[in-house]
């Protein structure tokens, strides 16, 4: 396998359930992402890791819990979701932070279709 | 604050002719810029960057435009391709590895 990996592509869940997605990167990337995409809407990040420590948090509800058990893996623990928390989840690497080392380009998954009745 | 605008969500072009797509950023520290193009049931894919010390890059039938002043960038797409109908993202960077999304534009292409 090759890229960005997220499991499972789809997933429908009750407001009380707890679900997880997961997501794998075989490049050898130090910088994970979540980003949530509503429809019509910008990408929004939502948190990122950098060799395994969280460096963002943006100001997302602690109903959604990442974990990054190592740089290849990362995982977003889904807890007492709302409706409005239906969404693409995608997740994606990168290199390393790029801080003003030039362009920060991302790879992406082909996301997490979420829906929450 | 939405500081990436794509102003135009769809975009409808005949096979062979030009497809210009606009973004426009409210951020000045903003340095670099980005497009990412979407296909249905994928994640979005790099396609093109650019330098805000440069005003053009070009790949071979995608070029982005630059208006610093303007707080402006452009994707041209020449010839369109029935193959580039995809949702496109600009997207933009500051002096972080932060990157602030535009919502897409749908872009169509009719044989």
Aim: proline share 5%; glycine share 6%.
């Amino acid at each position: 396998e090759t890229g960005v990996t997220q499991t499972p592509r789809h997933l429908v869940m009750g407001m009380t359930n707890k679900k997880s997605l997961k997501c794998e990167q075989h490049l050898g990337h130090n910088a994970m992402y979540w980003y949530k995409q509503s429809a019509k809407k910008p990408l929004e990040l939502m948190f990122v890791y950098s060799l395994e420590e969280r460096v963002e948090n943006n100001s997302v509800p602690s109903r959604f819990s990442p974990e990054c058990p190592n740089s290849s893996h990362l995982f977003l623990h889904l807890h007492t979701l709302q409706p409005e928390d239906s969404a693409l989840y995608l997740c994606a690497s990168s290199q390393d932070m790029a801080l003003g080392s030039g362009a920060n380009v991302l790879t992406f998954g082909a996301g997490s279709r979420l829906t929450v009745l | 604050d939405q500081q990436v605008k794509q102003n135009s969500p769809s975009l409808s072009v005949q096979e062979g002719r030009i497809s210009i797509l606009n973004c426009d950023y409210t951020n000045s520290m903003f340095d670099y810029f980005l497009w990412y193009k979407k296909y249905p049931a994928e994640g979005p894919t790099f396609l093109i960057s650019i330098s805000s010390i440069k005003d053009k890059n070009e790949d071979g039938r995608f070029t982005v435009f630059l208006n610093k002043s303007a707080k402006h960038l452009s994707l041209h797409i020449v010839p369109s391709q029935p193959g580039d109908s995809a949702v496109y993202f600009c997207a933009a960077q500051g002096n972080d590895y932060k990157l602030s999304f535009g919502a897409g534009t749908t872009v169509t292409v009719r044989a």
